[in-house]
C-alpha cells in the first residue's frame, strides 16, 4: 500500500519561498510519474506539475511557471517541489499525487500560506 507525505509548508510573505517534499512510502515510486496538485479555498483542486519517472521531464501549470520547479530523489523515493516568487494566489493546500496499479494515492496535504 503506498503512503504520500507532504510537508514543508508554513506561512511566508510575498516574494518568498518554500520547498514543499513529497515522502513515499510502501511502494517504490521510481517507474512511475507522479505530480503536485493543489486545493485553494472554495476551488477545486488543481494540478500544478508533473515529472517523469526518471525525473528527466516536467510540466507546469502556466500559473506556476518559471516560479516552481519539481524535483525528485528516487534513491530517497522523494518528489520535492521548489516554490519560488511566492503570491497571495498561491495559498492553498498542496497534495502530491501518484497513480499506481490503476489507482490514485494522495497524500493528506501541507498548508501553504502566502500573506504579508
Known amino acids: 500500500q503506498l503512503k504520500l507525505v507532504e510537508s514543508g509548508g508554513g506561512l511566508v510573505q510575498p516574494g518568498g519561498s518554500l520547498r514543499l517534499s513529497c515522502a513515499a512510502s510502501?511502494?517504490?515510486?521510481?517507474?512511475?510519474?507522479v505530480g503536485w496538485f493543489r486545493q485553494a479555498p472554495g476551488k477545486e483542486r488543481e494540478p500544478i506539475s508533473c515529472i517523469s519517472s526518471s525525473g528527466a521531464s516536467t510540466n507546469y501549470a502556466d500559473s506556476v511557471k518559471g516560479r516552481f520547479t519539481m524535483s525528485r530523489d528516487n534513491a530517497k523515493n522523494t518528489m520535492y517541489l521548489q516554490m519560488n516568487s511566492l503570491k497571495p494566489e498561491d495559498t492553498a493546500i498542496y497534495y502530491c499525487?501518484?497513480?499506481?496499479?490503476?489507482?490514485?494515492?494522495w497524500g493528506q496535504g501541507t498548508q501553504v500560506t502566502v500573506s504579508s
Open positions: 499525487n501518484a497513480f499506481v496499479n490503476y489507482r490514485d494515492y
Open positions: 510502501g511502494v517504490a515510486l521510481d517507474h512511475y510519474g
